[in-house]
C-alpha cells in the first residue's frame, strides 16, 4: 500500500522560512519523480515544482529562488524547503507521486494541464505566512 505522509506545517512570518517532508512508504523510492503542489483557499491547485530520481528539479517561477525540493533516499522522504515566504504562499501543501514518472518528463507545465493523472497523494499539511 503506497502512502505519501506529508508534514512540517505551521504558521509563519512574512520572510520567514519552513521546510516540509513527504515520506514514501510502499514505493520504490529509488525511481521516484516527487511533485509538490499547493492550494489556497478559493483558488485552483498549483504545480510548485518536482525531483526526479536523479535529483534534477524544476520549479514555477513564483517560487524559483526562494523554494528548494530535495530528498533523502535513505529516509524515503522528500524535503521542500520555502525561505522568504509571503502571505501569498499560504495554502495547503501535497506532494504526489506516479508511477509512470510522466511529471518528470512533462515538467511543471504537464503538472500545471493533467494534475489529477498523479495516482499517489498525500493528505496535506498547512502552511499559513501572516504579513
Known amino acids: 500500500q503506497v502512502q505519501l505522509a506529508e508534514s512540517g506545517g505551521d504558521s509563519v512570518q512574512s520572510g520567514g522560512s519552513l521546510t516540509l517532508s513527504c515520506v514514501v512508504s510502499?514505493?520504490?523510492?529509488?525511481?521516484?519523480?516527487m511533485a509538490w503542489f499547493r492550494q489556497a483557499p478559493e483558488n485552483e491547485r498549483e504545480p510548485v515544482g518536482f525531483?526526479?530520481?536523479?535529483?534534477?528539479?524544476d520549479y514555477q517561477d513564483s517560487v524559483k529562488g526562494r523554494f528548494t525540493i530535495s530528498q533523502d533516499s535513505a529516509k524515503k522522504t522528500t524535503y521542500l524547503q520555502m525561505t522568504s515566504l509571503e502571505p501569498e504562499d499560504t495554502a495547503m501543501y501535497y506532494c504526489a507521486t506516479d508511477p509512470t514518472r510522466w511529471a518528470c518528463y512533462e515538467g511543471v507545465g504537464g503538472l500545471r494541464r493533467r494534475a489529477d493523472s498523479l495516482r499517489y497523494w498525500g493528505q496535506g499539511t498547512q502552511v499559513t505566512v501572516s504579513s
Open positions: 525531483i526526479d530520481a536523479d535529483g534534477s528539479t
Open positions: 510502499g514505493y520504490p523510492y529509488s525511481s521516484v519523480c
